[in-house]
């Protein structure tokens, strides 16, 4: 019986685990024109991710950076997409108009994100994550180069739903320290 | 010798030359947002200096070896900022703006109705912002008071994780209005749910027979915990008699359910209510 048992106990280990390495194999953005982003959802509290919703929310993330970079190279603030809302679509909206008012631009070149979902409500009607992303961001006064920065940067990011995507609605860097 | 000494004098005073004009960028490492602070411009001679934020980009012309104020307005949204200095060359230096206190909690209780004693069936969860909408990272406790609309107010704490605290509970024995105050500091937020009576329990019906008609009405509907169910709660009659099998659905009105059937000879009778069945009649023909 307690051979039983400890069977059992390590079949549902393995099943776990096979289980973990499918939604991380598979929630990684494909689109080429997108950055690759990787979410990590393992330990989520207090509700878990449901593999559809995984794949949403890096989906729509990663096409939430396209569209940003795109924006932040162009200044033009028509170019902000609708995966953005409240405060973070504010935001860079706001950034852009200064962007455009100084003559400045940045072009992001984006090596990855890798995402960790930190908590996931009940109702599902928010999600905090943290990414680590790797970026090169260049600065530019008209077509001068000001700065050349490339580093890993974090950002906390809170995403809610709408009636066909996931939204992000707050994206904050933040230093190693905060995490 | 003289002339070796002549080009070391002048080489000495081309690299000072170089360093003086060298503009060099001086920031804090953090600054708390919406505070006004000073960034020192190291070098000599004219620039421009760049900050770049979340949501803000500065641009202006600088006398280097000053000062730069930035205003409180410029350092309102929280994250990485960026100062560069360039008299044709650029230096620059990164520091971050971090939430000021907490100001705002942005919170959810779920579900808006739910049934008297369930486990866990009630969650409560508390994003902490400051007063410019920044989530507040520096970890801090948010107290979830409970008020039920009888008995005793119960409070739990809980801790914020990366800005947000949460807890589950479950809901009280007696239905009502509950209220719970997410209370930080100075800043609270309420919201309210109602109980209401779980499934019925020991439901029970009574006829009262009219000719070849029978009246029929429930006791009041109650849950296991003497609470009634809401009017509106669907209650179902079923007849079984010579003509075939037949249904009613009613709704309770003040506590009670009532409808009537016209019986064929010998009838049975049974009602119920979600997944509680109740007892049952056997007419006997009588009528």
């Given at each position: 019986m307690k051979r039983l048992l400890v069977n059992t106990k390590i079949l549902m280990r393995r099943l776990a685990q096979a289980v973990g390495f499918v939604v991380g194999l598979s929630l990684v953005s494909v689109a080429q024109s997108s950055p690759q982003v990787h979410l990590n959802a393992e330990g989520l509290a207090p509700r878990p991710i449901e593999e559809l919703t995984g794949t949403t929310i890096v989906h729509h993330y990663a096409q939430a950076w396209s569209d940003m970079a795109a924006a932040l190279e162009s200044s033009r603030p028509g170019t902000i997409s609708d995966e953005f809302v409240g405060q973070a679509k504010d935001r860079l909206k706001q950034r852009i108009a200064e962007q455009a008012k100084a003559g400045v631009h940045v072009h992001i070149i984006d090596h990855g994100h890798q995402l960790k979902a930190l908590f996931y409500s009940t109702d599902g009607a928010a999600m905090q994550l943290i990414d680590q992303a790797q970026l090169e961001i260049q600065t530019f006064d008209g077509s001068k180069l000001l700065h050349t920065d490339n580093s890993l940067h974090k950002y906390m990011v809170l995403m809610t739903p709408g009636a066909d995507r996931w939204y992000v609605r707050d994206l904050q860097e933040i230093s190693e320290k905060d995490f | 010798m003289k002339g070796f000494n002549g080009l070391l004098t002048c080489a000495s005073l081309c690299l000072f030359a170089t360093f003086a004009a060298a503009a060099e960028v001086d920031v804090p490492a953090t600054v708390q947002?919406?505070?006004?602070?000073s960034i020192h411009l190291e070098g000599s001679g004219s620039a421009t200096f760049y900050l770049l934020g979340p949501n803000v980009i500065l641009k202006r012309s600088v006398s280097l070896g000053s000062d730069f104020e930035v205003g409180s307005a410029d350092v309102?949204?929280?994250?990485?900022y960026e100062a560069i200095v360039c008299d044709g060359s650029c230096s620059s230096a990164a520091f971050e703006v971090k939430a000021a206190d907490p100001a705002r909690l942005s919170f959810f209780l779920h579900p808006s109705r739910v049934p008297v004693a369930s486990?866990?069936?009630?969650?409560a969860f508390a994003f902490v912002f400051d007063r410019y909408a920044n989530l507040v990272l520096t970890p801090s406790v948010v107290d979830f008071q409970i008020k039920p609309v009888s008995g005793n107010a119960v409070s739990r704490q809980s801790p914020t994780h990366h800005g947000v605290a949460w807890m589950r509970m479950d809901?009280?024995?007696h239905e009502g209005r509950v209220q719970v105050t997410a209370v930080l500091g100075k800043v609270e937020e309420a919201r309210v749910i109602?109980?209401?009576?779980a499934e019925p329990c020991a439901l029970r019906m009574k006829a009262a027979e009219s000719g070849n008609k029978v009246v029929l009405e429930t006791e009041p509907v109650r849950d296991c915990g003497g609470n009634p169910l809401p009017d509106g709660t669907v209650v179902s009659f079923t007849k079984t008699d010579r003509s075939g099998r037949s249904t009613v659905d009613t709704p309770i009105k003040t506590g009670i359910a009532r409808t009537e059937f016209r019986v064929d000879g010998p009838a049975k009778?049974?009602?119920?209510?979600?997944v509680a069945l109740g007892n049952e009649l056997d007419l006997k023909g009588r009528l």
């Open positions: - | 947002a919406g505070q006004a602070f309102q949204a929280a994250g990485r486990r866990d069936a009630i969650d809901s009280s024995a109602q109980q209401v009576a009778i049974s009602v119920a209510c979600g």
